[in-house]
């Protein structure tokens, strides 16, 4: 993970990384989330791989809209630094949706909730990029979600990586609670 901060630099506002841990040589606990755990959960023998964990920070929650750019360009560079290594990669994304889908939920109900999840899942299902960044960017301030702006980094991802080279496929869009998760 230090080669990657390394690579892309705080020119792409990259001021560290962490996995399993917090950034730099800090001894304090730094435990998992949802974020984290979910995706964590599709990947076969985890315990026996190396894993870095990327975070966005916590001004995704007000400024989503405007990292856009930034994010895409962030994707992009991963897409380079990921596609020159020896190793093998997998990237995995947390794809937690809208967190507005019941008024007794912790963030209450908004009426973008639903049509921000459509609007991901129909991105996911055509990698159509209005879907994303359109769409789903005009409703992402009222319908909540922790993972859009992991969806529009791994867009970036795919873009520089040629999009007619990626197969969609969506498993599942659902909200099993108040907040929606696609597959």
């Known amino acids: 993970s230090q080669d990657i901060v390394q690579e892309l630099g705080f020119a792409r506002n990259v001021s560290g990384l ?27 023998g985890l315990s026996q791989i190396k894993v870095a964990i990327l975070s966005h920070p916590s001004r995704r929650y007000t400024q989503d809209v405007e990292m856009i750019p930034e994010l895409l360009q962030l994707g992009s560079s991963l897409f380079n630094i990921l596609e020159t290594s020896s190793k093998r990669v997998v990237v995995v994304i947390s794809a937690d949706l809208a967190h507005t889908h019941s008024e007794s939920g912790p963030y209450g109900y908004s009426n973008a909730s639903e049509p921000f999840d459509e609007a991901c ?4 299902a055509t990698l159509e990029d209005n879907y994303l960044l359109v769409t789903a960017a005009s409703l992402v301030d009222q319908a909540l979600s922790c993972g859009y702006t992991g969806l529009v980094t791994l867009h970036g991802l795919m873009k520089a990586g040629d999009m007619k080279t990626w197969i969609p496929s969506l498993r599942v869009n659902y909200h099993p609670s108040y907040y929606g998760m696609m597959v």
């Open 18 to 44: 962490s996995g399993y841990g917090p950034p730099g040589q800090s001894s304090e606990p730094f435990p998992l989330r949802w974020g984290e755990v979910i995706p964590f959960h599709f990947i076969p």
């Open 121 to 124: 899942g129909n991105w996911a």
